[in-house]
């Protein structure tokens, strides 16, 4: 890769994902698995895994594959140990000369089959040292099964099982910090990102993702009009959004040193971020001021907190 | 080669010979040698695995799908618990036509927790789409390993392979086996070259599509018709083992079956008690006699309907209890097996030695003693028995 990021000249690559899969118009999910695919270089292959959720059911309907390189779904809780899987078949395949050339190996999973239900096997994943790109893409809730909430559901968002009424007000729980968790792992890369702007900052992430040996960790933001509830074509205003009011940090952890991807010129209040989403629209209702209070005084704390560890 | 070995060391051992490309491993009793005696063999480099010890059996059952969709040789080894979390997978692993290589040591489910004996795991599994070779000794289990690849990766089959054996009687006893040289092993097995997989370069290939009501149908029936098709695979690939060991196997074993009026089907190492009862009741003029299955999966239905046809009464023993209030698995099967006979004998069904409850030659006899009885009288009720438990009452069995 020159070291000069240049969107026109990555889009002029072979496209590794191609149009005609099933996600939703306006869904962010498409654009991170392009972003993270396109980071690879022109002659190296892939074999991407895929755990079940919207992706999985989008992409790869029987018979038809909206992968260019290879590509295995097994089941919603395993993606890392298949990728694990595959890995540890390339080395003993390599080790016996029965494949050839440099192959990669990229798995992509949502916040239900990462931070819940695949936690275990990511963690066991990380923790042996596969040589593989793990890509959580977090729209904060199992959006394949209708909306319900994860652990990675933020604090006091409407899902199906989080739902607003004259008791409930949503999410009870703060989200869970993956990202952080990953980097307790004390694995070689680990970085939080978004498909924002012209995509520089997804992109360098990804390829070090891919190109440092060893397992590296991608926690990226990733939008979901149905589940947010927001106009479907402020996709990319919604994710500048987030990482403007910090709600949404961009960071990197490269061999157990934090530094800041970006620090906003201004920060934003949280709730520029939760006005436009249907999710939040009951934190503005009014007596639930302190919703927003509360939600703005979480993010500020973390906020400060990445700015300790970072030293920004 | 003679040798002495445990149930274990002699599927590790076969393993060993195999050199498969990916091992997954996870301890659990007692199963768990199987993986220690071959991280002993990689450390020192007897073979050149790539040794997967994961985090769970879920996760060691998501590596061999993986590691075997992605064009290489998997083998895994469990029990129990370690079978049942691994339930969801079994089923992923035969539907991708995987032709991945288990040994479970079969023991007891929980709960409550139990180590011992039962084939409660494994029975749980059989529809998974797995075949199941089971094993009455050591010498079994470690020629149904070598056998497993060269059966569940033909074209035909395509399906995963699960060799059974019974956990501490035969996992842990250590009994004269003999053993194939390492060249036979490997030329007996050959080089694994599927057609498709992930790392071929020159065609990429994508694996677990989400299948609509339009294609699904269509999966599944290859996938019975190839469960159909192993059938005839098993017993191609014994008779080929029977050229290189001597030693002959079929679909299950009949024991002194020519002239039986009386006869068990069973599975596994009880086989060996039942026999000695057997040689005893012979004896005494009692035309007994024992079908000992050996492949559960795909079930021999209609060799076992001919093989019984002649009998007058028969006892399944069911060492498992499957809660449907109407007989175990093993009943299940056989009687389905028999119904479109003609002239059928009177069928029971015994569940017994849960959870490692000891069955002996006594035990036997006093089953073919309600044999002979039922035989004369045609009386089966009840037709679903427990035998061996604590209770002070008699029992009939
Ligand atoms: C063991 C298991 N439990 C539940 C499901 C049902 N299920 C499929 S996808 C999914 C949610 C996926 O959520 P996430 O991982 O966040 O991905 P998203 O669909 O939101 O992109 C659920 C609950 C399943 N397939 N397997
Ligand atoms: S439901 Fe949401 S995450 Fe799923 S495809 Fe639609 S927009 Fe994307
Ligand atoms: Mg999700």
């Not at chain 1, 099982?161 to 910090?177: L, M, R």
């Not at chain 2, 445990?6 to 997954?24: C, L, R, T």
């Not at chain 2, 007058?312 to 069911?318: C, G, I, R």
Request: aromatic letters at 10%; hydrophobic letters at 40%.
């Amino acid at each position: 890769m020159s070291t000069v990021y240049n969107l026109k000249r990555e889009v002029e690559k072979p496209i590794r994902l191609t149009g005609g899969h099933r996600l939703c118009a306006g869904c962010s999910t498409g654009v991170v698995v392009s972003g993270v695919l396109r980071a690879l270089d022109r002659e190296d292959r892939a074999v991407v895994v895929n755990a079940t959720s919207c992706l999985q059911v989008s992409t790869f309907m029987y018979p038809y594959t909206a992968y260019m390189d290879s590509y295995i779904h097994s089941a919603f809780e395993n993606s890392a140990a298949t990728c694990s899987g595959v890995e540890a078949a390339y080395n003993a395949l390599k080790r016996r000369g029965k494949v050839e050339g440099t192959v990669k190996f990229i798995t992509f999973a949502g916040d239900g089959g990462t931070y819940d239900i695949g936690f275990q096997s990511l963690s066991g994943a990380m923790e042996r040292g596969h040589d593989m790109v793990y890509v959580c893409y977090d729209n904060e809730a199992y959006m394949n099964t209708g909306i319900q909430r994860s652990s990675s559901t933020p604090r006091f968002a409407r899902t199906t099982t989080t739902p607003v009424g004259s008791v409930g007000q949503g999410k009870k729980q703060n989200k869970k910090d993956l990202t952080e968790i990953l980097v307790a792992h004390n694995i070689p890369y680990v970085a939080q990102t978004a498909p924002i702007g012209n995509f520089r900052d997804l992109h360098s992430k990804s390829y070090k993702a891919i190109y440092t040996e060893g397992p590296c960790f991608l926690n990226v933001l990733s939008p979901c009009p149905r589940g947010w509830d927001y106009p479907m074509a402020m996709l990319a205003e919604i994710i500048k959004l987030a990482v403007d009011t910090c709600v949404w940090p961009l960071y990197e952890v490269e061999e157990g040193v934090w530094r800041l991807s970006y620090m906003p010129k201004k920060k934003l209040p949280v709730e520029d971020f939760l006005r436009p989403q249907g999710r939040f629209r009951h934190m503005f209702r009014q007596g639930n001021e302190w919703m927003i209070e509360e939600a703005q005084s979480y993010v500020d704390q973390k906020w400060e907190r990445l700015l300790e560890h970072s030293g920004a | 080669m003679s040798s002495r070995l445990s149930g274990n060391e002699a599927v590790a051992y076969a393993m060993k010979q195999i050199n498969p490309d990916v091992m997954g491993a996870f301890p659990i009793t007692p199963s768990t040698e199987i993986p220690e005696y071959f991280a002993a063999y990689v450390a020192n480099g007897e073979v050149n695995t790539e040794y997967v010890a994961v985090e769970s059996e879920h996760s060691s059952m998501s590596v061999c799908i993986a590691a075997q969709a992605a064009g290489a040789r998997a083998v895994s080894a469990t029990s129990s618990c370690g079978l049942a979390l691994m339930y969801e997978l079994l089923y992923v692993a035969a539907s991708c036509r995987l032709p991945i290589t288990l040994a479970c040591v079969n023991r007891a489910l929980s709960g409550p927790i139990n180590i011992n004996h039962d084939y409660s795991d494994s029975m749980g599994a059989r529809d998974s789409g797995w075949i199941q070779i089971y094993a009455e000794n050591n010498q079994e289990a470690y020629d149904n390993i070598i056998m497993a690849m060269p059966i569940g990766e033909t074209p035909s089959v395509r399906l995963p392979v699960m060799t059974c054996m019974d956990g501490f009687i035969t996992s842990h006893a250590v009994e004269n086996i003999e053993l194939l040289e390492t060249d036979a092993v490997r030329k007996f097995i050959g080089e694994y070259n599927p057609e498709h997989y992930l790392l071929k370069k020159e065609n990429p290939l994508a694996v677990g599509p989400y299948d609509v009501s339009a294609y699904y149908m269509e999966h599944k029936v290859q996938e019975a018709e190839a469960m159909k098709a192993a059938k005839s695979r098993i017993l191609e690939v014994a008779a080929e083992f029977e050229k290189i060991s001597g030693r002959r196997y079929g679909l299950f074993e009949e024991y002194r079956m020519e002239d039986a009026q009386l006869a068990l089907v069973l599975i596994g190492s009880t086989a060996g008690t039942a026999k000695a009862a057997i040689d005893k009741l012979r004896e005494d003029g009692v035309k007994a006699g024992l079908v000992k299955i050996r492949v559960f999966r795909p079930f021999p239905g209609e060799e076992l309907a001919r093989a019984l046809a002649g009998t007058k009464a028969v006892a399944v023993m069911d060492k498992s209890e499957g809660f449907s209030a109407n007989g175990g698995p093993l009943f299940a099967e056989t009687c389905s097996a028999l119904y479109n006979l003609k002239e059928r004998p009177y069928l029971i069904n015994i569940v017994y030695g849960l959870g490692g409850r000891d069955v002996r030659t006594e035990d036997i006899e006093k089953v073919f003693g309600r044999l002979a009885d039922i035989a004369v009288t045609g009386e089966t009720h009840p037709a679903y028995t427990h035998m061996g438990q604590r209770s002070r009452e008699e029992e009939t069995v």
